[in-house]
């Protein structure tokens, strides 16, 4: 794919796979590293698989939330701002230049949290070089669905999908 200046949401690239092929794909990451690096462009991951989890604990009254999980829902956007502010400090330290790709796994562990597309919308901007997300999930009729769990959404990221087609 040309590398090229575009919108933030251009450039984003879906990595689409079946959900049970989760920790094969984590098992490989490596290989996705080796391929963009053997292209030119740097590459930086970014883990979101843990971060409900640290973020809940840190929270002042977690242990009402254990008592009261019907409660989490009212808090959610603040994790949202959470993953954000994670985000950035990710990207300073780690400096990725224009030329860059950072990965996003743990896609799946925002289910029934946050919707991806919101998060995605709120990181692309971020990124100069590309933000390719590890994607759990089907697309088809330009429509992503996480989990392949609820009604999907359309966005204009570039899909890889598990028959190797750009699309």
Known sequence: ?????????????????????????????EEFELA???????????????????????RRYAHSYFNKPELIASILPKYQDYLVAQFRDFLVQSNPSDNDVVALTGVGSLFGLLYVRDVVQSL????????????????????????????GWNYLATPITPDKDIL
């Open 124 to 151: 692309s901007s971020l990124v100069h070089g590309r933000l390719v997300v590890f994607f759990p999930g089907s697309f088809e009729d330009n429509n992503y669905r996480l989990l392949d769990g609820y009604d």
């Open 36 to 58: 963009t690096k053997n292209t030119g462009h740097g590459w930086q991951v970014f883990d979101l698989t843990d971060t409900f989890a640290r973020w809940l604990t840190s």
């Open 1 to 29: 794919m040309p590398w090229r200046e575009v919108a933030a949401a251009q450039r984003v690239i879906f990595c689409v796979y079946p959900q049970a092929d989760e920790l094969r794909l984590r098992a490989r990451i």
